[in-house]
């Protein structure tokens, strides 16, 4: 007897999970294994050209999940931020030209040689406000995403869940959200109760998927690991947004040299198989 | 003119800080560059022995201000978590012999396959529960430190200080406090509040000091900065930490290859250095 085929349909995959791929392979593999959502990032996108990105989508018959990423929003120069501010109204063109309704925000970390974190995440929010307006008239809603801890002087001031929502709910909910992942979240014991605060206040912009596994590579930034290969218990974190009421994508998003060495097709066929084993049911 | 020489009264060094040199040579060094305290490792105090480590501390007019370290109570086995309690009760006894009142505890990592992290702090809870009537009878507190969220899986599943707090509160004061260590706890927002709860309550028993410098190394263990040379308010964490009627000692503890690569008793001097700079006034 064969299993029944599992439950792809909210499955995304983004695309740095399996940046080996070009956008037009990609695009075909997802449809071939029934993925039906795609987290796309800037750079490919930019050099495929946002039009034509969003045309091989659509012959795919996959819809954009996210883009990745804005923010950056933490230099003290008024050059710097202008640039940082020129450079998201960019990205939020790139997003509403792909269909996309979410815009991934990574804060950024400390200017250099600053030691003043509050006043960091304070030029975060003024960020957000400046941008709101322009997303909205876009479609597109800025979606903040908490980094673990050991990004923040480097990357992302923003580090827990409910960091995130306490700058998100300055602001009306259809133009800022969250986002919850998995990776940078599952060490935190008061995830539940901030998951359900922001499933309440319909701030989850978007749900995003990969493990935790040590040791940690240095720079700390291509160490995630595949669905079921660690500490994350994912199918807890999957229930406990669904109860929240979030109803959207679950996007896999992970980033490890190990992956990119294979071939991209078979990659994208374990994840869906991971996905079934560890996040669903 | 010269400026004042700096108050060095409650400066610790952490022996980790400078392992490249043995426990008698650390000691004159100490003395010799006024440094008044000395956080010492349960490895070279049992090889040195933990009554002549005493005796040479005494010699040199220092205090042992804590000893690192007891603690991985998460181990899920009968077997296990007998050796890890035996384990702690020995160190608790070479704490004692050592005169000082402080056994530092990192907590344990998952286990092996486990993604139960609530489970597994229960077992710190009951670890200590077990354990704190021996560790009184010894004049020694149990000190739970909270590291960095990046050592939740295989290290210590206790992340932020109000998680410590949360434990250590449901026992009494003079048996379970906390460490608060600038290295792990510096990007939490919630340590303000957390450590007027810690002082008002009497829970501080050691407050430990490095700095947050990037990239970290593979591992992330070995990659703490020289007071100084990184992103942690430490002067502001000191004060925070006074402010709440903390008034032991700093135990400055860093780990870092570049600074084992170096003349010990320069290390020490500079750190002296970088003690009055960067954490008093």
Do not use: K
């Not at 795919?60 to 450079?87: I, Y």
């Not at 199918?235 to 959207?248: L, M």
């Amino acid at each position: 007897m064969n299993r029944p085929a599992p439950d792809l349909s909210r499955l995304s995959l983004n695309q740095e999970t399996v940046r080996q791929l070009p956008l037009p392979e990609l695009a075909a593999a997802l449809e071939r294994t029934g993925v039906p959502g795609v987290g796309l990032w800037r750079g490919p996108v930019q050099q495929y050209g946002p039009e034509a990105a969003a045309r091989l989508a659509r012959d795919h018959g996959l819809t954009v999940t996210s883009l990745c990423r804005g923010g950056f929003f933490t230099a003290a120069g008024p050059a710097e931020r202008r640039r940082a501010l020129d450079d998201n109204r960019a990205a939020l063109d790139e997003a509403a030209a792909l269909g996309t309704g979410t815009l991934v925000l990574v804060s950024g970390g400390l200017p250099d040689g600053s030691r003043d974190l509050p006043g960091a995440r304070e030029r975060v929010a003024d960020a957000l406000a400046e941008l709101g307006p322009y997303a909205q008239e876009r479609g597109v809603r800025l979606a903040i995403e908490p980094l673990h801890p050991m990004y923040a002087s480097d990357r992302c001031v923003v580090s827990t869940l409910g960091q995130a929502l306490d700058l998100a709910e300055r602001f009306p909910a259809e133009r800022v959200g969250v986002v919850v992942d998995t990776y940078h979240l599952w060490w935190d014991e008061r995830v539940p109760e901030q998951i359900a605060r922001a499933g309440a206040a319909g701030r989850i912009a978007a749900f995003q998927v990969a493990d935790w596994v040590t040791p940690l590579p240095e720079g700390v930034l291509l160490g995630r690991g595949q669905l079921g290969d660690g500490s994350v218990d994912l199918r807890g974190f999957r229930r406990q947004v669904d109860a929240a009421g979030y109803q959207g994508p679950v996007e896999v998003e992970i980033f490890n040299p190990r992956l990119w060495e294979r071939d991209g097709a078979e990659v994208l066929a374990q994840t869906a198989q991971r996905y079934a084993e560890h996040v669903l049911g």
